[in-house]
């Protein structure tokens, strides 16, 4: 192969005649003329030629492996096929079943916890180590291998093995060490999860529900190996926390959602079922990803998808008619146009809904703490997405039943975005959503600032929902509180940055106390530590509290099942939010909290579960039967509670 760095003579070399007798004049212009030819070869030689310096190689090398990736190019698909399975899977039953039947099936598998007399009747004598445990043991060894562990991921992982296996020892662990357990399988943690979810997949724990396939959703949705389940939250992975689009590998969040489900509020497992709907991804890392498990193509149109989500919830009441259905982390347009578009059926949206209740809980109490009365109360939203819209309207529906109107009430809420005040003569194109909160009283003056917005609207309550980390700087939560003090002494501010994970907080626990000498009524979206602070010899101890939908979706979800309501209404979210308020005991109320302490989140989902089940009834949309309404109605909450109570799922053995 010749190289790119050979010398050629130039043809004109190779054309000069020479005269047969020269003279010395003419010999020394000859010699002349060839050392210098021969110098420029020489330069030549010495600095060679490459054709390909200006190609860039890993452009075009990057492309090529796009290139092989890429197994949908060159199609256009107009018809989508029916998959047709010749039959049905069958399935042994827990009652016939033996050994590895029973221990490679996670909810039959006790591991050293069964009895003597069941390893003999079923077969599973040297199958297990020849020990009789506790489930106490068990759990003891599970978290010293969790605290073993050097990073949260891991520690996930671990769970997650323990989850496959043996699922009644896994959330016993998450019901009895749920302040360390729910950050590990929920938020923190799920959003780096999330994002490393094609990498760390071991095996399927959802149904995987690609637009390829949309022809064929109820047979998928029949391939769910478990029957009749009460519940699914489904996503199209488009806004995933504030980590934006991941595509399909935000099926994480539906399977650790269904687990708070089960740990929080003891809806069966075996009923719960997540599902992700595969719409392609506008995630160019994905896109890149040769591991990634979802279509390696751009996340299809609005319309298109819209179509796509009208085939799935048709084919979900065709096969689990009685499926209540959570709609989750739904990039804002569609999570409000599928909330609106379905409202008849039997879903709910928790980022609009959930977040607004939690959120509508947690600030009723911070209203009685913060000496600010219900006139002078403001309040500033950082973020008009589909969580603080939704937070916004059910904060507003505080102030109507409360004998404001819904003017009087939607006058107290200023919200901004990038642009900064959402006003109506702003000059851009709001999005629907934004609209029911836009300013009209502005006198054409624009805020393009959150320190501007401050000074201008002297609130008393700062809500973040923006999933930008530090946006709650120094100089916007010291104003925040000198608007407060200028109302008269004893009154303190609202601050909750509720953006989730921890990455994304709009500021920390820290900061809220430091910067308001310790006055801000807080609350954020991911756990923080209690904080303490020293004046001499005296040490003040603050506690944090989270608004955190746990304490709200598992109830709501509960109450709706066990009612057997037709629809989700929008007196049920509120009820849930009430319901929580008054959920604290002594000890908290002392503590200054305005939720309950997380141990007791299971104690707060029955309570909210038993006044949404009312609610139901009241709202006409239960179905349960009308003696049993008697029944509870003669004897009231006490019966109600123990009833819902034996219900629920409680892992012992």
Known sequence: MASYNSYSTSSSELSTPRSSSPSSTTSRSSATTVSKRMSLSSRRISSPFNPMAAVDIEAIEAQMRMSSLDHLRGYAQDHFGVVKQYHETEYTPKSQAAGYQILREPLW?????????????????????????????????????????????????????????????????????????????????????????????????????????????????????????????????????????????????????????????????????????????ANEDNL?????????????????????????????????????????????????????????????????????AVVLAGYMGAVNLSGVPMEDQKLVFMGAGSAGVGVAKQVMEYYTRRGLSEKEARDKFYLVDTKGLVTMDRGDKLAQHKKIFARTDNNGHQFSSLEDVIAYVKPTAL????????????????????????????????????????????????????????????????????????????????????????????????????????????????????????????????MGLIYPKIERVRDASVIVAREVMKCARRDGVSMLPEETWVEWEEWGDVALTAWIKKQVYDPKF
């Open 109 to 281: 598998n006790r591991g050293t916890s069964f009895s003597p007399e069941e390893r003999v009747s079923k077969n599973l004598t040297g199958l297990v180590p020849h020990v009789l445990e506790s489930m106490d043991t068990q759990c003891q060894r599970a978290l010293r291998m969790i605290n073993s562990r050097g990073t949260n991921v891991d520690k996930y992982l671990y769970l997650s093995s323990i989850k496959a296996n043996n699922i009644d020892l896994f959330y016993r662990l998450l019901i009895d060490h749920v302040a360390q357990m729910m950050p590990l399988v929920y938020t923190p943690t799920i959003g780096d999860v999330c994002i490393q979810y094609s990498t760390l997949y071991t095996r399927p724990e959802a149904l995987y529900i690609s637009i390829k396939q949309r022809k064929s959703i109820a047979t998928i949705l029949r391939n769910w190996p478990y029957p009749n389940p009460s519940i699914c939250v489904v996503t199209d992975g488009s806004r995933i926390l504030g980590l934006g689009d991941l595509g399909v590998n935000g099926v994480g969040i539906s399977i650790g959602k269904l687990a708070l489900y089960t740990a929080a509020a003891g809806i069966h497992p075996e009923k719960t079922l997540p599902i992700v709907l595969d719409c392609g991804t």
């Open 288 to 356: 890149r990803d040769p591991l990634y498990l979802g279509l390696r193509q751009k996340r299809v149109s609005p319309e298109v998808a819209l179509e796509f989500m009208d085939e799935f919830m048709a084919a979900v009441k065709e096969v689990y008619p009685n499926m209540l259905v959570q709609f989750e982390d739904f990039e804002t347009e569609k999570a409000f146009q599928y909330l609106d578009r379905y409202k008849k059926e039997k879903c709910f949206n928790d980022d609009i809904q959930g977040t607004g």
């Open 463 to 590: 809500i973040g929902l923006t999933a930008t980390f530090g946006v709650f700087t120094e100089s916007v939560v010291r104003a925040l509180k000198m608007s407060v003090d200028a109302g008269g002494l004893g009154r303190r501010p609202i601050l909750f940055p509720l953006s989730n994970p921890l990455t994304k907080a709009e500021c920390t626990f820290e900061q809220a106390i430091t910067w308001t000498e310790g006055s801000a009524i807080f609350a954020s979206g991911s756990p923080f530590s209690a904080f303490t602070t020293k004046n001499g010899d005296m040490a003040t101890t603050y506690y944090p509290n989270q608004g955190n939908n746990v304490y709200v979706f598992p109830g709501l979800g509960l109450g709706t099942i066990l009612a057997k309501a037709s629809r989700v209404t929008d007196t049920m979210v509120y009820t849930s939010a009430a319901a929580l308020s008054g959920c604290l005991n002594k000890e908290e109320i002392r």
